[in-house]
């Protein structure tokens, strides 16, 4: 059984910064986050296989966020810098994808609880 727990949301204004973090147990693959505004479809943000190699980034977070992990504490973490309002949504991490990529990622098997990050002007 896989079991993901995030933290680290928050409110924030334009142009700051927040790192999200989600402890798993469990046997993990890929792993990914994905968002989920009011009244919108699940969006892929950002995905990274197992050992670390491969990442990949939604191009609306290309440069701001970074996706990484630490399996000796079992943790996954997102990195957000630059936050824009567009940016508010619940943030969800992920895993068992149906293939590691971005648009896989709100297909995941598995997901946590989310953490909600609000970015305000």
């Known amino acids: 059984q896989v079991e993901l727990v995030e933290s680290g949301g928050g409110s924030v204004q334009t142009g700051g910064s927040l790192r999200l973090s989600c402890v798993f147990s469990g046997y993990t693959n890929c792993m990914g986050w994905f968002r989920q505004a009011p009244g919108k479809e699940r969006e892929g943000v950002a995905v990274?296989?197992?050992?670390?190699?491969?990442?990949d980034y939604a191009d609306s977070v290309k440069g701001r966020f970074t996706i990484s992990r630490d399996n000796t504490v079992n943790t996954l973490y997102l990195q957000m810098t630059s936050l824009k309002a567009e940016d508010t949504a619940m943030y969800y991490c992920?895993?068992?994808?149906?293939?590691?990529?971005?648009?896989?990622?709100?297909?995941?098997?598995?997901r946590g609880q989310g953490t909600q990050v609000t970015v305000s002007s």
């Open positions: 992920a895993t068992r994808l149906p293939g590691c990529t971005v648009p896989s990622s709100p297909s995941a098997v598995y």
């Open positions: 990274i296989s197992r050992d670390d190699t491969w990442t």
